[in-house]
């Protein structure tokens, strides 16, 4: 028979998480599962303990791969997923055991192409919800699909550019169930880190919004998303981000360009691309990046004078943004690197009072 759901996860030596992401997944309220376990290429316990889950439990299916990286081990999962709808879950992050019925019977009694759900961030010593601000049904058919789901998930417009943090709440792939014809059919895929840096999910996101006649989103927070993995793949620093997101932001502007997309759509990607300048400073400022404060402020500055970062900051409308957003972004925008750098050493200091 085949299962209801395909649940993915891409597993990287994550022993000191995996029991915890798959006991959740084992006594998931929907029985009809498969849990597609994709090892890649661990070096530590993982595969040994994918072992010992496979024989308790015959849902477990494990693929077994040379180091990839996790778009390759995502992909690698599509390709054996035999399910109706197609879920995936991070190995360090655990689920509640209702996620998947509530979200397969929402799917199939609205009749929709992607569901999603809201989640919980959570941290060693607390753990904080991700308000969406929404009812707590909300579904969008044909082409409000496009205007309120895809515009969003390549960047923010209007009023939702005031709150920075909500740029990629959106595009997450963990926090939904898509119908799985519209992955197989339209041949949509995870993109090579090595090429964009981040925002793989948003990326797979765009394209099956795209494709999607329906869209259905659950305010409530089934997903729990581990923040406190110092070895995450979306942790440290990157020293060739920069280059990765603009290659990054021209597949995106062609892609709106092959689908004849309207302004409202590279107005949101302008957007995006000014707000990003927050996470390329916060990669430059890491700790793991050895270079002295000078060398820092300096490499802030080169890419602040980037054309294609100037260019989107000519049309973004600071008036949108709370002061400290303001100030943050008008220093971006007049390239003050040093005002720029301030900011985010404070930023980045709060966020660790927040951890």
Partial sequence: MRPKVSIIVPIYNVEKYLSRC??????????????????????????????????????????????GGVSSARNEGICFATGEYIGFVDPDDWVNPEMYEEMYKNA????????MCSYIREFENHSKIKDFNLPNMVRYQNEEVKINFLRRLIGPINEEIANPEFLDAWGTVWSKLYRAEIIMENNIEFMDLNKIGTNEDTLFNIEAAYYAKSFLFLNCPYYHYWRANSTSVT?????????????????????????????????????????????????????????????????????????????????????????????????????????????????????????
């Fill in 22 to 67: 798959l006991d959740s997944l084992l006594v998931q309220t929907l029985q009809e599962i498969e849990i597609i376990a994709v090892n890649d290429g661990s070096n530590d316990l993982s595969l040994k303990i994918l072992r010992k889950y496979e024989i308790r439990d015959s849902r477990i299916k494990i693929i077994n791969k040379q180091n």
């Fill in 235 to 355: 942790s440290g620093y990157k020293p060739k981000l920069m280059d990765q997101w603009m290659y990054l932001f021209t597949y995106i502007e062609n892609f709106l360009k092959d689908k004849k997309l309207n302004n409202d759509y590279f107005l949101a990607l302008n957007n995006r691309i000014c707000l990003n300048t927050l996470g390329l400073g916060l990669n430059t400022i890491s700790k793991d990046n050895l270079s002295s404060s000078i060398m820092k402020i300096r490499r802030i500055q080169m890419y602040l004078k980037e054309k294609r970062i100037r260019q989107s900051f000519k049309q973004l409308d600071l008036s949108k943004f709370s002061f400290v957003w303001r100030v943050f972004y008008f220093f971006a925008k007049v390239r003050f690197a040093a005002g720029f750098y301030f900011i985010l050493v404070c930023i980045e200091f709060l966020r660790k009072i927040i951890r």
């Fill in 108 to 115: 199939t009694s609205e009749n929709v192409d992607i569901v």
